[in-house]
T-cell receptor, first 113, second 112 residues
Framework: DGGITQSPKYLFRKEGQNVTLSCEQNLNHDAMYWYRQDPGQGLRLIYYSQIVNDFQKGDIAEGYSVSREKKESFPLTVTSAQKNPTAFYLCASSIQLMNTEAFFGQGTRLTVV | AQTVTQSQPEMSVQEAETVTLSCTYDTSESNYYLFWYKQPPSRQMILVIRQEAYKQQNATENRFSVNFQKAAKSFSLKISDSQLGDTAMYFC?????????FGSGTQLTVLP
């Protein structure tokens, strides 16, 4: 089955630690995205990538980093510089960056303890 | 910058009734797409319906339809014959040459 897989579903992190969220897609989509979801604020764009080895900052990139070494994979690292990392993180992909719908993974709930 | 505004944080509707969710947007692009996504308690984002801005005809998918008013930059979602499984957070989204932008969502509860 084609789709987007995010892992893990739940993640706990101690303050001061970096943590990496995985996102893999087998839809052969060029574009991939990371969104953060907080209660009452909808989805906010962290980073997006149009093609392999290229990515751009979204609206709230501070404290996050990404890589796009393979078309299928777009991991997100939440660094210790992110002041309030506890949130629900959604990865998405689309055929192209522009004018097209996105398909989403099931999300990762990150909690800082 | 493009924006998407959903002014109804919460709504409720009786089972089998009809409900309309509102969405307004702003963009300088002439070519764009609009979407409604549903996020049930499982938190999986599911595409409900899409509308190409260049099409005047309103999109329809079974019980779901939109009222697209391009000049007013309005894109409302109508759910007919509401079912308990329609209970979810609904997000309006705008995709253009710049990016994919989401509204803050409307929590819809269908009451038995």
């Amino acid at each position: 089955d084609g789709g987007i897989t995010q892992s893990p579903k739940y993640l706990f992190r101690k303050e001061g630690q970096n943590v990496t969220l995985s996102c893999e897609q087998n839809l052969n989509h060029d574009a991939m995205y990371w969104y953060r979801q907080d209660p009452g604020q909808g989805l906010r764009l962290i980073y997006y990538s149009q093609i392999v080895n290229d990515f751009q900052k979204g609206d709230i990139a501070e404290g996050y980093s990404v890589s796009r070494e393979k078309k299928e994979s777009f991991p997100l690292t939440v660094t210790s510089a992110q002041k309030n990392p506890t949130a629900f993180y959604l990865c998405a992909s689309s055929i192209q960056l522009m004018n097209t719908e996105a398909f989403f993974g099931q999300g990762t709930r990150l909690t800082v303890v | 910058a493009q924006t998407v505004t959903q002014s109804q944080p919460e709504m409720s509707v009786q089972e089998a009734e009809t409900v309309t969710l509102s969405c307004t947007y702003d963009t300088s692009e002439s070519n764009y797409y609009l979407f409604w996504y549903k996020q049930p308690p499982s938190r999986q984002m599911i595409l409900v319906i899409r509308q190409e801005a260049y099409k005047q005809q309103n999109a329809t998918e079974n019980r779901f339809s939109v009222n697209f008013q391009k000049a007013a930059k309005s894109f409302s979602l109508k759910i007919s014959d509401s079912q308990l499984g329609d209970t979810a957070m609904y997000f309006c989204a705008l995709s253009s040459a710049r990016q994919l932008t989401f509204g803050s969502g409307t929590q819809l509860t269908v009451l038995p």
